[in-house]
């Protein structure tokens, strides 16, 4: 006779992909997740969203979401397309095949691995919000914050975090006045570092030398946002480190902190494909080579910018530890990368929590968040 009483197990939607430039990250971030969750203890229903927003029954076998030769995974359309519920008292998933609505069940948290825009920046989080789904990490406002560079330097600078200089250049200001932006980007000095002020990922990242350059690098920037932020170069060592939030009320932790060292004088910084696609180029040193003082100011730090936007779950929180030992703040991440080889679980592993132990422990925050207003 089988036994009937065992509890039910909890169901988690992987949800991955997406409409932003960051979509095959997300895809490589969902195999590592897919990867560490103990199937045990976890249902897991694999979804993702093609480039166009289609939300589709996908493969949840890990591989299939890993860079193999270079070439970047992605979620393609499928016949089974997915509805979340309409209502709050309505908890069951459908699945659309052939214009046929079929029962898909129930979903008791979504663990969504999005990043960039349409995802990782409160669009998604508000939908879910609107269902009345439990989800890992940050809620609507956080991730909007956390999303936008300009947005979040001010909540930073408010709760008096120091953030470096900084200018924006806003929709179409170039193309009015080119010689304004140009002067009040000058203020900075050189070198400056020209990024999309909601993207991430380095995508559309360029750092200037030259004036001359600068419209250039705005206008490539401008290809994945409107928005544009203008950084001042930090003289000091590029040094992140993971927060996660605490449960039961409790405050949340940072890892110890790690730093990421470009070898290859090809990458004139961290960008795209040093970070995915060229690994030999960089070099991970976790935990960071810090006096023991300076790695809890860079602890402390992490966790005041955590809570300055109201995250939940998890962030990454990246600094510039300067010669003199000061703590600039550069950004948040709310959904960092989470490949068993991205920073931020590394980061935790250092500090004694593994990537399967990681996965489980935000999975459990997520299912004990109330849902609605908290």
Request: with cysteine; proline share 7%; aromatic share 6%.
């Amino acid at each position: 006779m089988s036994d009937t009483s065992a509890p039910r197990r909890p169901r988690v939607m992987v949800l991955f992909g997406g409409r932003s430039g960051e979509h095959p990250i997300s895809c490589v971030t969902a195999g590592g997740v897919l990867r560490a969750i103990d199937r045990d203890r976890y249902d897991v229903l694999a979804v993702g969203i093609t480039r166009d927003g289609r939300w589709v029954l996908v493969d949840d076998d890990p591989d299939r979401w890993a860079i193999t030769g270079g070439r970047l995974p992605e979620v393609t359309d499928a016949p089974a397309r997915v509805l979340l519920p309409q209502a709050v008292d309505d908890r069951e998933l459908q699945v659309l095949r052939g214009g046929v609505a079929e029962a898909l069940g129930t979903v008791d948290v979504v663990f969504p691995l999005l990043h960039g825009p349409f995802g990782e920046d409160g669009t998604l989080q508000g939908m879910l919000e609107l269902a009345d789904v439990r989800y890992v990490g940050a809620g609507v406002l956080a991730s909007a914050v956390g999303m936008d560079k300009q947005m979040m330097k001010l909540v930073f600078a408010g709760q008096g975090l120091t953030v470096g200089p900084y200018r924006v250049v806003r929709p179409g200001e170039l193309d009015r006045d080119p010689v304004g932006v140009v002067a009040h980007v000058q203020e900075l000095g050189l070198p400056v570092f020209v990024k999309p002020a909601r993207a991430g990922s380095s995508l559309g990242i360029s750092r200037v030398d030259d004036w001359a350059d600068l419209e250039t690098a705005i206008r490539a920037a401008a290809e994945h946002d409107p928005k544009v932020v203008v950084e001042a170069a930090i003289v000091g060592r590029e040094i992140e480190c993971g927060v996660l939030g605490g449960a039961d009320g409790r405050p949340a932790r940072a890892s110890l902190p790690g730093e990421i060292v470009v070898t290859d004088h090809r990458h004139a910084f961290y960008d795209f494909e040093a970070k995915y696609l060229d690994e030999a180029s960089v070099r991970l040193e976790c935990p960071a080579d810090l006096p023991a003082d300076v790695i809890e100011r860079v602890r402390a730090i992490a966790v005041q910018a955590f809570d300055a936007v109201g995250c939940e779950g998890l962030a990454r929180v990246d600094v510039f530890v300067t010669p003199d030992g000061d703590v600039v703040v550069n950004e948040i991440n709310t959904m960092p990368g989470f490949t068993p080889f991205s920073m931020y679980p590394r980061m935790w592993a250092a500090t004694g929590t593994d990537y399967p132990t990681l996965v489980d422990e935000l999975l459990r925050l997520a299912l004990e968040r109330p849902t609605g207003l908290r």
